[in-house]
């Protein structure tokens, strides 16, 4: 959980330094989204429990980068996760984007300590007003792991520009 904790820190340290250009453009330096998660395993059990990450952009239309936790429970259990992922943006209309994106992902329990694997992920995010400050998303994502076990996630919650 403390590397998660870091991993998000130094994202929004290197965001904060790209954030001239961005501020030219009327873009947000950086967005933080916080919100819930749950997880099937498929198959497998379901979890659920908080979820937040913070979203870069260093190439405008190109490319964004999400670095995100999540602490998911379950009967007896408690998960940690982690994951960077690596989207392509696309522009719907003025207060709809639609992202595309994959990249690795980390998970730990007590049982059975750390694992590594991959997420491909849909992000949603809905600008409802148009100074872009708040708004909410929603993320399905599907992750398999370093032991071919596969799950379907989805994430929701609100979104925060950080100007």
Same mark, same amino acid.
């Given at each position: ?21 961005? &501020? ?13 998660? =749950?997880?099937?395993? /498929? ?17 405008? %239309? ?6 995100? &936790? ?21 522009? /719907? ?20 300590? =750390?694992?590594?694997?991959? =997420? ?22 599907? =992750?398999? %792991?370093?032991? %071919?076990?596969?799950? /379907?996630?989805?994430?929701?919650? /609100?979104?925060? &520009?950080?100007?």
């Amino acid at each position: 959980m403390r590397t998660s904790i870091f991993s998000i820190v130094m994202a929004a340290m290197v965001a904060t330094s790209a954030g001239t250009a961005a &501020a030219e453009e009327k873009e947000p330096t950086a967005i933080v989204a916080i919100g819930g998660a =749950t997880e099937w395993g /498929l198959p497998g059990a379901t979890s659920f429990g908080p979820s937040v990450s913070v979203e870069f952009t260093p190439i405008r %239309n190109w490319l964004e980068i999400e670095i995100g &936790a999540a602490t998911l429970f379950r009967r007896g259990v408690t998960e940690f996760e982690t994951d960077i992922i690596f989207k392509k943006p696309f522009t /719907l209309s003025d207060t709809v984007e639609l992202m595309v994106g994959a990249g690795p992902a980390w998970s730990y329990t007590r049982d059975e300590g =750390t694992k590594w694997g991959a =997420t491909f992920a849909l992000d949603l995010m809905v600008w409802p007003w148009p100074e872009r400050k708040f708004g909410w998303f929603v993320e399905p994502a599907y =992750t398999i %792991n370093q032991d %071919n076990e596969k799950s /379907l996630s989805v994430s929701v919650g /609100l979104l925060i &520009a950080i100007p």
